[in-house]
């Protein structure tokens, strides 16, 4: 059947990308799908393929009798913030130190950071602007805009990523005089490249992550993805309401931040009746009702 060959088609796809990089969430490859993706081009092709039937295009859905791709769930870990200082901590001499910083601080996904042009950055006001994601295309990589309108965000930035970013535009500084006419990244004016001003790839920076940064703060492989879930887990930690956690995130609402990080929230409200019972004291119980509510 046409439509089962093309979705185990994509799902081989899928599999090889998995086999490659196991630790890598949220690679942006086009060549190597994720499972996810091919769920998306399933649930699209039996959109398109129930129109055509509307319209007497075609006699069936094929699409709607092969079973959806399952996709796995990601197995998600939290830096504590203890952990998150170590991480800062041991990539300090690292020439993408403001790099890690930045995804960790605000939670961006690896590929809107590898998109940020200095232009998007405005020192002054302290605000940073989400517009573009980058992806490999054909082993090619470019610079494409976010995929919704939530994505496309304006953030104001932390004061640990501020004084990274400031050292880092130094140190591009002198990247650029070193390479002189070498230098290959006029176009794109990105904030985190090669030695050469080209666009970064994801797994060399997931490399140095796993490789150096972790072994050196002595803690376990995870994904750069879960630097994002790590800033989330932070934030509740510090009691930032759900709204304004999404809207750093670019989700496309609050429900949706709830039901990703919903765990973490119900240990902030066991912390707010602890405090509560902290305020009031053992003083007060059924004794000290008010006797005349009506």
């Known amino acids: 059947m046409v439509a089962a060959a093309f979705i185990n088609d994509r799902l081989k796809s899928a599999k090889q990308r998995q086999k490659q990089s196991t630790e890598s969430a949220g690679t942006n490859e086009i060549e190597l799908l994720s499972p996810r993706s091919v769920r998306h081009m399933h649930r ?8 055509a039937l509307q319209y007497g295009i075609v006699q069936r859905n094929v699409a709607a009798i092969v079973p959806a791709p399952r996709v796995p769930k990601a197995q998600i870990r939290f830096l504590t913030v203890e952990e998150a200082r170590a ?7 690292e020439p993408l130190y403001a790099l ?7 939670g961006l996904r690896l590929g809107e950071a590898l998109a940020l042009s200095w232009r998007d950055i405005d020192f002054v006001n302290g605000r940073l602007n989400v517009e573009h994601t980058i992806q490999r295309v054909k082993g090619v990589m470019i610079r494409l805009d976010t995929k919704t309108e939530n994505s496309r965000r304006i953030l104001s930035l932390p004061g640990v990523a501020i004084a990274a970013l400031r050292q880092h535009q130094d140190r591009q500084k002198h990247q650029k005089e070193w390479a002189g006419s070498g230098w290959k990244g006029s176009a794109w004016n990105l904030v985190f490249t090669s030695s050469a001003g080209t666009p970064l790839d994801e797994r060399n920076v997931l490399r140095i992550f796993q490789d150096r940064i972790l072994k050196r703060a002595g803690l376990p492989k995870m994904r750069l993805h879960d630097l994002r879930h790590s800033a989330v887990a932070i934030l509740i930690a510090q009691g930032v309401n759900p709204r304004a956690i999404s809207e750093l995130l670019g989700h496309s609402s609050v429900a949706f931040t709830l039901q990703v990080y919903g765990h973490l929230f119900e240990d902030v409200k066991r912390e707010t009746a602890n405090r509560m019972d902290a305020a009031l004291g053992p003083s007060v119980g059924p004794s000290a009702h008010i006797n005349n509510v009506v």
């Not at 699209?44 to 129109?51: D, V």
């Not at 890690?100 to 605000?106: E, R």
């Open 44 to 51: 699209t092709l039996q959109t398109a393929l129930e129109s």
């Open 87 to 93: 991480v800062l901590a041991a990539a300090t001499d």
């Open 100 to 106: 890690y910083a930045t995804v960790l601080s605000l």
